[in-house]
Nanobody, 121 residues
Framework: VRLVESGGGLVQSGGFLRLSCAAS????????MGWYRQTPGKQRELVAT????????NYADSVKGRFTISRDNAKNTMYLQMNSLKPEDTAVYYC???????????????WGQGTQVTVSS
């Protein structure tokens, strides 16, 4: 399973961005997915997660009410709509997925390469 993020960039404070994470390759199943972010010198932190069917989501307190996670299983794609962006949202955002490449294999934890989000004040 290969994850590729897109949609990052430079935006002014108060602006918005929409990140996408497309899964490709050998995919038997993709279960929970999530977005994480990391700034230099800090540990990677959870931003939001979503269950396999999309029925349950979870957000970090710092993004609640501003970010919305969603997924389109028909397209094997997950999204993160980020509104009211703040300078402290500046980070590299990573896509994460738990899935299996084949029916006879266990599930693995997959990561994308990351996409930079920069919010200017």
């Amino acid at each position: 399973v290969r994850l590729v993020e897109s949609g990052g960039g430079l935006v002014q404070s108060g602006g918005f961005l929409r990140l996408s994470c497309a899964a490709s390759g050998s995919i038997f199943s993709i279960d929970a997915m999530g977005w994480y972010r990391q700034t230099p010198g800090k540990q990677r932190e959870l931003v939001a997660t979503i269950t396999s069917g999309g029925g349950s989501t979870n957000y970090a307190d710092s993004v609640k009410g501003r970010f919305t996670i969603s997924r389109d299983n028909a397209k094997n794609t997950m999204y993160l709509q980020m509104n009211s962006l703040k300078p402290e949202d500046t980070a590299v955002y990573y896509c994460n997925a738990v899935g299996s490449p084949h029916r006879d294999e266990p599930t693995y934890n997959y990561w994308g390469q990351g996409t930079q989000v920069t919010v200017s004040s």
